[in-house]
């Protein structure tokens, strides 16, 4: 039972963290009709804005607070510079993401030297609960993670530009037509996701050593969970990172974890083969 709990325990952070990652790439795959091929450098940059914190003597919480700040304003960039010029071409769009993100990676490899860096947990330690321990900084995840997603979901579904966003993602043209700027939408949209990307790194590097490959091992996974949820709705990637999160976390525990990845690709391409629309699905007008 001692296993169990902690297993569960582990499941949810890493599956929180998941969640953050998805979460950003399904609002913008969901809004702009178009994947981002750099959201795991976005990833990477958050992880590497806690590093750079930590290296000068800065506090943690000011990296962690920085890194979506930084991150979001990265990817309104990115959006304001190469994006809107395809919004019409989204194949391209998403090479030119890509080339941007492969970019970022081998800068940051290089500002590394090529080299693995430590990072030390914000806030260290553990704490029992009824006779178990469970890390504090796992548990800080966890709860970071439900707070992110309550106010993500208030607001799209409580505010006036929640409202906007949801009617851009229904009919772009008639939210044109009701003089709603879904150019500003867009850029908002993609300056958001790779925010959440941003803080997902910064609370997972601690986990891991930093690599300019870091934001590599979640990327495939975080396509895959979006996929798998469905694109076009809030709860939709969301699920699908919980389903991944928790497989991908899990299998090794029942399975050789040579074979828990694949596996988890096999399973999750099988759902979507009988139900390719995904768990819940929306569909962009």
């Given at each position: 039972m001692d296993t169990a709990v902690k297993l569960i325990f582990d499941l949810l952070a890493f599956t929180s963290v998941m969640v953050l990652i998805v979460l950003g790439l399904g609002v913008i795959a969901s809004?702009?009709?178009?994947?981002?091929?750099?959201?795991?450098?976005?990833?990477?940059l958050g992880a590497y804005t806690l590093f750079l914190f930590q290296e000068n003597g800065l506090p943690s919480w000011m990296g962690i607070l920085?890194?979506?700040?930084?991150?979001?304003l990265v990817g309104l960039l990115l959006e304001r510079t190469v994006i809107r010029r395809f919004y019409s071409a989204p194949i391209i769009a998403m090479l030119?993401?890509?080339?941007?993100?492969?970019?970022?990676?081998?800068?940051?490899r290089g500002l590394l030297g090529g080299h693995y860096k430590s990072i030390s947990e914000p806030l260290e330690g553990m704490f029992t609960v009824a006779g178990l321990s469970f890390s504090v900084w796992r548990s800080v995840i966890i709860v970071i993670t439900l707070l992110v997603i309550a106010g993500s979901w208030a607001l799209l579904s409580r505010t006036r530009l929640g409202l906007q966003v949801r009617g851009a993602l229904e009919?772009?043209?008639?939210?044109?037509?009701?003089?709603?700027s879904t150019t500003r939408l867009y850029a908002l949209t993609f300056a958001f996701g790779s925010a959440l990307a941003g803080l997902a790194g910064a609370l997972i590097v601690p986990l891991y050593q930093l690599s300019a490959?870091?934001?590599?091992?979640?990327?495939?996974?975080?396509?895959?969970?979006?996929?798998l949820g469905g694109v076009g709705t809030f709860e939709g990637p969301v699920l699908g990172a919980a389903a991944v999160g928790g497989m991908a976390s899990g299998l090794p525990w029942v399975v050789l974890p040579v074979l828990a990845d694949p596996?988890?690709?096999?399973?999750?391409?099988?759902?979507?083969?009988?139900?390719?629309?995904?768990?819940?699905?929306?569909g962009r007008t």
């Amino acid at each position: 039972m001692d296993t169990a709990v902690k297993l569960i325990f582990d499941l949810l952070a890493f599956t929180s963290v998941m969640v953050l990652i998805v979460l950003g790439l399904g609002v913008i795959a969901s809004m702009m009709g178009i994947f981002n091929f750099a959201h795991g450098e976005f990833v990477l940059l958050g992880a590497y804005t806690l590093f750079l914190f930590q290296e000068n003597g800065l506090p943690s919480w000011m990296g962690i607070l920085a890194a979506p700040i930084v991150v979001a304003l990265v990817g309104l960039l990115l959006e304001r510079t190469v994006i809107r010029r395809f919004y019409s071409a989204p194949i391209i769009a998403m090479l030119g993401t890509f080339a941007i993100g492969l970019v970022i990676r081998e800068v940051v490899r290089g500002l590394l030297g090529g080299h693995y860096k430590s990072i030390s947990e914000p806030l260290e330690g553990m704490f029992t609960v009824a006779g178990l321990s469970f890390s504090v900084w796992r548990s800080v995840i966890i709860v970071i993670t439900l707070l992110v997603i309550a106010g993500s979901w208030a607001l799209l579904s409580r505010t006036r530009l929640g409202l906007q966003v949801r009617g851009a993602l229904e009919n772009p043209g008639l939210a044109r037509a009701c003089g709603i700027s879904t150019t500003r939408l867009y850029a908002l949209t993609f300056a958001f996701g790779s925010a959440l990307a941003g803080l997902a790194g910064a609370l997972i590097v601690p986990l891991y050593q930093l690599s300019a490959d870091i934001g590599t091992r979640f990327l495939v996974q975080a396509f895959l969970s979006v996929m798998l949820g469905g694109v076009g709705t809030f709860e939709g990637p969301v699920l699908g990172a919980a389903a991944v999160g928790g497989m991908a976390s899990g299998l090794p525990w029942v399975v050789l974890p040579v074979l828990a990845d694949p596996l988890v690709f096999v399973i999750a391409l099988a759902i979507v083969k009988f139900r390719p629309q995904g768990f819940i699905s929306q569909g962009r007008t």
